[in-house]
């Protein structure tokens, strides 16, 4: 067991963090590939996918960076273990259908999207010029995810009932969003990181917004996640998905698996 | 109206050495849309000659996660080395961001003539909304300003699918970013 404690190397541990998010839903939008409900849709799925792969090449070069240990960041996406990763249960969980898919988007883009907006101003020149460059494909995704927020909640009642099904499952995990931890507080205190809890607000703001005008609502009772990503705490989800992202990488060691 | 393009660094190559590589890079086309170059498509940010010959290339990416951007650089690199110049090294540059504000002019009337529609306006624009009006974009084909958006997304990260209303063509349409 590899687990990183809080008070060891805070700034790997949040770039990963950032890139374990990116990489992770990435992974979750190339599972739509060849399934898409329309041909527009599966094309706009593997387009998502690779902005936040993309995403999480930048973000993982530069944590194998400042880990400085040797690995690179093939070797933080394909050759660790679940609990070795940082990213949100909210990032994990299945997509199961399109209105829970959109309905997550909808979640975590604005999460990243208010993330992004702020880490451009870091004092850590990298994480700002890898935010600036990510926040304008997250700015699409945003706007794409409230779009259909909309389309699928004024539309059917079918449709109307899935995207209120994903707010429904998912919302459980919003409290995960804003957990600050002790490492990431005094990066943010240091210019560096931003607090995680600063950004609820905003958030917040933006989903009333959009799920006002689409008709749907928050659940009134949600309840919360007991167990946390900074301990390297996830759910089942995460293996499964790992089981099959990694399956490469580990299948064929010697001949390097896959590298980005 | 396209003010930005001053931000392209080509217009003052540091030596003659430089002017000659910004030339041959001139001549290098984007795989994935090879209507335009990489110095029109505005991703080449800056060309540096050692006295020995040693040449650096700064290159942006267009998207984070474009496919084509190791090619790209592979692409470049044999162009400047069949030029003879044999020590060639490429940085990627994040800072400041890609946009097609620096797609030159001259890309831009390439780009229709190959029968995709060069981005509309400035990327500036309008980006950061919430519910987005898709642009109106005129038809690489007939000219015609009766267009409508078939799909945000299209055969690579920079395009989007259009139909023409007027002569009943699709084509793709170059985003704003
Ligand atoms: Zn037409």
């Known amino acids: 067991m590899n687990i990183y404690r809080d008070e060891s190397n805070p700034l790997f541990q949040y770039v990963v963090g950032l890139g374990d998010d990116a990489l992770i839903l990435g992974h979750r939008w190339s599972e739509w590939l060849s399934k898409g409900p329309n041909l527009e849709l599966d094309i706009a799925a593997s387009n998502l996918a690779l902005d936040l792969i993309g995403q999480a090449n930048l973000l993982l070069e530069y944590a194998a960076e400042v880990e400085g240990a040797g690995r690179s960041a093939d070797d933080l996406a394909y050759l660790r273990d679940t609990q070795d990763f940082r990213c949100h249960w909210l990032c994990e969980q299945p997509n199961e259908d399109w209105g829970v898919t959109i309905a997550r988007m909808l979640m975590f883009s604005t999460y990243q999207y208010l993330r992004y907006s702020a880490l451009m101003q870091s004092t850590d020149r990298q994480l700002a010029e890898i935010a600036a460059k990510a926040l304008k494909e997250v700015t699409y995704h945003r706007r794409f995810a409230a779009e259909w927020t909309v389309r699928l909640a004024q539309g059917t009642d079918e449709g109307h009932r899935r995207v209120q099904n994903g707010f429904n499952i998912l919302w459980r995990f919003v409290p995960e969003l804003f957990e600050t931890s002790g490492g990431e507080r005094t990066l943010a205190n240091d210019g560096i990181a931003v607090a995680s809890d600063s950004l609820e607000a905003d958030w917040r703001e933006t989903m009333d917004e959009v799920m006002t005008k689409a008709g749907v609502s928050a659940p009134e009772t949600s309840g919360r996640v007991m167990a946390s990503r900074h301990n390297g705490h996830h759910s089942e989800h995460l293996g499964h998905l790992l089981c099959e992202m990694q399956f490469l990488q580990r299948a064929y060691p010697k001949a390097s698996g896959a590298t980005w | ?177």
Request: glycine share 8%; net charge negative; proline share 8%.
């Open chain 2, 1 to 177: 109206m396209m003010a930005a393009t001053n931000t392209r660094p080509e217009s003052q190559p540091s030596s003659d050495k430089a002017a000659e590589i910004w030339a041959v890079l001139a001549g290098v086309l984007d795989p994935e849309v090879p209507a335009i170059s990489v110095v029109d498509l505005g991703i080449v940010r800056g060309v540096m000659v050692s006295e020995t010959g040693a040449v650096k290339l700064q290159v942006t990416p267009t998207y984070t996660g474009c496919p084509a951007t190791a090619l790209i650089h592979e692409i470049i690199k044999a162009a400047v080395i069949s030029a003879g110049y044999f020590e060639v090294e490429i940085e990627q540059v994040l800072s400041p961001p890609w946009t097609t504000d620096w797609i030159s002019q001259e890309g831009r009337e390439k780009l229709r003539a190959y029968g995709i529609a060069p981005p509309v306006g400035e990327a500036a624009v309008g980006k950061a909304l919430l519910f987005g009006v898709p642009p109106q974009v005129s038809c690489p084909k007939c000219g015609s300003n009766k267009t409508e958006q078939v799909s945000e997304f299209g055969s690579t990260a920079c395009k989007a699918m259009y139909k023409c209303l007027s002569c009943a063509e699709p084509f793709e349409y170059f985003k704003c970013i």
